[in-house]
C-alpha cells in the first residue's frame, strides 16, 4: 500500500500541519449587516483538525470593499470582536486559521458606487445581474485601498487569526488590475505587465510591513477569467507574479488552477501553475476542482504542497477522515449556496459519526447456521496462515455482542428472550471453532458491561457471569474482557473491576485490557495516542511509529 499524499504532515514555515487537506475560502453571505454571526462557529469548527489548515471566506477590507450582501467585514473593532469566538473555537480544535481579506471591485451587488482600475463595467446580465459602471480610482484613493488592506491585516491579527489571505483572484478588484482584458490606465498602474500587478504587489508590501511575511498568503487566479478579468499571457502575469512575490518572503502563494471538476464530469487538465510553482520559493497552494484522486497526484508529483478544497470539504465537513479511510462523500447541494437560513446548508452535512445507519436484515435460522460456518472457515484459515490460535469478537456492539444484549436482541424464537437463548448464537460460535481447531487455541473477547453503539444490557454482570461460566465446558484458553472504563493519559479514572464475578467463574486465562509491559515495569512515561491518525489506511504513520524506550529522545 502506497502513502497517502494528502495525508501527509507538512511544514508551513513556523506551522507543522498534520496533513495537506486545506479549507478554501468560501464566501457564504451568512453575516448579517456584514458582522460574523455566531454560527459560524459550528461551520468552521466542524471542518476543523488538530494540525489543519483553514481559509475563512472572504472578509471585506472597507465598506466599499463588499460585493455581496451579508459578508464579513474585518475594518471594524466591532468585527475584530465578533470573528474573535469564531477563531478560538478552531484554535480549541488544534487548527490553523487564516482570514482572507479583500475588495470586490467592480464586482459589487451591494448598492453602493463600485470602483476598480477602469470605468468599465462588467456585461450587464452577466450571471444575472446588471452591473453598474465603476468609478476609475485615482492616485489617492488606490493608496488609500492600500491603507483599508493594511488596517483589516491588522485587525485579523487582533481577532487572533495566524495570519491573512490577501484575495487576488477571481476577477476582484486586485485580478482587475493585473488582467489586461479589464485594465485599461495609461497611467503608472496600467499598460505594461509590471505596472498592472503594481497595485497588487503595494498591498502585499504594505500587509507584510504590517503583520510581517510569515503570517501572509495570497491567492491568485491568472489563467482564469472569471468575472470577464482574462489575460491575454496569463503564463507571463502568473511567473512574474510568482516571482515578484519572493522579495517579499511571503508564507505561501494559493493558486486557482482554471478547472472546475464535479463528480459526475471530471476532466484531466494540465497542471498550468507549474511554472509558478518552481519559481515560488513559499509555500505553493493549489486549487480547482480537485477530487481526493487528482489532489494526491499533485502533490505526489511535487506541483504543490497543499491543496485547497472548496465543495467538498463543505460537504463533507470530516473530509481529511473521509479520505483516510475512502469513504464515501456526501453530495453538495447548490440550492443551498448563498442562502441565510443560519441551519440549511453548510453546517447540517453528516459527519462519519453521524452516519445514518441503515435497517438490518433479521437472520432467519438458517442464516445464522451459515455464519456460524463462516466462523469456522476463517478460524481454520487463521491456522494455515500460521496464526497459533484466534479470538472471537464477540464485544464492542458487533454481531455477536448485539445478538446477548437484550438492548438490541429482540427475537422471540430459540436465539432471543431469556439470557441463555440471547447467548445461544455466540456460544454456538465458540462450540464450531472449538471443533475445527481445538479448545487450546480459542479465546474469545466480551463486553458486557459496555453499550458500545447501542448494544447495551439491562443486567450486565448476570450476563458476564453466564457467559463465564457457559464458556468452561468448551474449555476454551482465555476470555478477554473489557471493562467500562475509557482511560486517558490526561484524565486517569479510578473505576471499579466490574469483571471480578466473572474472573472468578472463568478457570482460564483471565486477560483485562510492544513495551508496554516494560514501561510498567520500569515505572516509564507512556507515550500519547494521536486520535487523528485512528482508522487510517497509511502503512507507516501511526501504530508502528510511536517510539519504544531504547528509541525515546
Not at 462519519?352 to 481454520?380: C, G, M, Y
Not at 475509557?486 to 510492544?514: C, H, N, W
Amino acid at each position: 500500500m502506497e502513502r497517502t499524499p494528502l495525508l501527509t504532515s507538512y511544514k508551513m514555515g513556523n506551522y507543522q500541519l498534520s496533513h495537506r487537506v486545506v479549507l478554501a475560502p468560501l464566501t457564504r453571505c451568512r453575516s448579517y449587516g456584514n458582522i460574523p454571526q455566531p454560527h459560524a462557529v459550528l461551520y468552521y469548527s466542524q471542518r476543523t483538525t488538530d494540525g489543519g489548515l483553514l481559509i475563512s471566506e472572504a472578509a471585506g477590507v472597507s465598506e466599499t470593499a463588499q460585493g455581496y450582501p451579508e459578508t464579513p467585514g474585518i475594518w471594524t473593532k466591532k468585527h475584530v470582536e465578533a470573528w474573535k469566538p469564531i477563531v478560538q473555537a478552531v484554535h480549541d480544535k488544534g487548527g490553523i486559521f487564516f482570514c482572507q481579506i479583500w475588495h470586490a471591485g467592480r464586482v459589487s451587488t451591494y448598492g453602493k458606487a463600485p470602483i476598480s482600475c477602469t470605468d468599465k463595467g462588467c456585461t450587464p446580465g452577466l450571471n444575472g445581474v446588471d452591473w453598474s459602471a465603476p468609478d476609475r480610482l485615482s492616485i489617492d484613493e488606490i493608496t488609500q485601498v492600500i491603507d483599508d488592506f493594511r488596517l483589516a491585516a491588522r485587525n485579523a491579527i487582533e481577532a487572533g487569526f495566524d495570519g491573512v489571505e490577501i484575495h487576488g483572484a477571481h476577477g476582484y478588484l486586485l485580478d482587475q488590475f493585473m488582467k489586461d482584458t479589464v485594465n485599461d490606465r495609461t497611467d503608472d498602474y496600467g499598460g505594461t505587465l509590471e505596472k498592472r500587478c503594481r497595485f497588487v504587489l503595494e498591498i502585499v508590501e504594505g500587509v507584510v510591513e504590517e503583520i510581517g511575511a510569515d503570517k501572509v498568503g495570497i491567492r491568485l487566479s491568472p489563467f482564469a477569467d472569471y468575472m470577464e478579468s482574462g489575460d491575454s499571457n496569463p503564463e507571463a502575469l502568473g511567473l512574474f507574479m510568482a516571482e515578484s512575490l519572493n522579495k517579499f518572503g511571503i508564507l505561501y502563494l494559493h493558486v486557482v488552477e482554471p478547472r472546475m471538476v464535479t463528480e459526475e464530469d471530471q476532466k484531466d487538465t494540465p497542471y498550468n501553475s507549474l511554472t509558478m510553482r518552481n519559481v515560488f520559493k513559499g509555500t505553493f497552494i493549489s486549487a480547482g476542482g480537485y477530487t481526493k484522486v487528482d489532489g494526491n497526484k499533485v502533490i505526489g508529483e511535487g506541483h504543490a504542497d497543499l491543496v485547497a478544497f472548496g465543495r467538498l470539504f463543505l460537504a463533507n465537513p470530516d473530509l481529511p477522515k473521509r479520505f483516510a479511510i475512502d469513504a464515501p462523500l456526501n453530495k453538495y447541494n447548490r440550492d443551498t449556496f448563498y442562502t441565510p437560513d443560519p441551519i440549511v446548508g453548510y453546517t447540517d452535512y453528516p459527519s462519519l459519526d453521524q452516519v445514518d445507519w441503515p435497517t438490518p436484515h433479521r437472520l432467519s435460522i438458517n442464516e445464522i447456521a451459515q455464519v456460524i460456518d463462516e466462523f469456522k472457515l476463517a478460524a481454520r484459515y487463521a491456522m494455515e496462515a500460521g496464526f497459533d490460535g484466534v479470538e472471537i469478537h464477540g464485544a464492542h456492539g458487533y454481531i455477536l455482542d448485539q445478538f446477548m444484549k437484550d438492548a438490541v436482541n429482540d427475537r422471540t424464537d430459540e436465539y432471543g428472550g431469556t439470557l441463555e437463548k440471547r447467548c445461544r448464537f455466540a456460544l454456538e460460535v465458540v462450540e464450531a471453532v472449538v471443533e475445527e481447531i481445538g479448545a487450546e487455541k480459542v479465546g474469545i473477547r466480551l463486553s458486557p458491561f459496555a453499550d458500545y453503539m447501542e448494544s447495551g444490557d439491562s443486567y450486565p454482570e448476570a450476563l458476564g457471569l453466564f457467559m463465564a461460566e457457559s464458556l468452561n465446558k468448551f474449555g476454551i484458553l482465555y476470555l478477554h474482557v473489557l471493562e467500562p472504563r475509557m482511560v486517558t493519559l490526561e484524565e486517569p479514572q479510578d473505576t471499579p473491576y466490574s469483571s471480578l464475578a466473572m474472573r472468578k467463574a472463568f478457570k482460564g486465562t483471565f486477560i483485562t485490557a510492544g513495551d508496554l509491559p516494560k514501561r510498567f515495569a520500569t515505572d516509564a512515561s507512556l507515550n500519547k495516542y494521536d486520535r487523528s491518525t485512528f482508522c487510517t489506511p497509511d502503512p507507516i504513520v501511526v501504530y508502528t511509529d510511536y517510539p519504544f524506550l531504547d528509541q525515546d529522545i
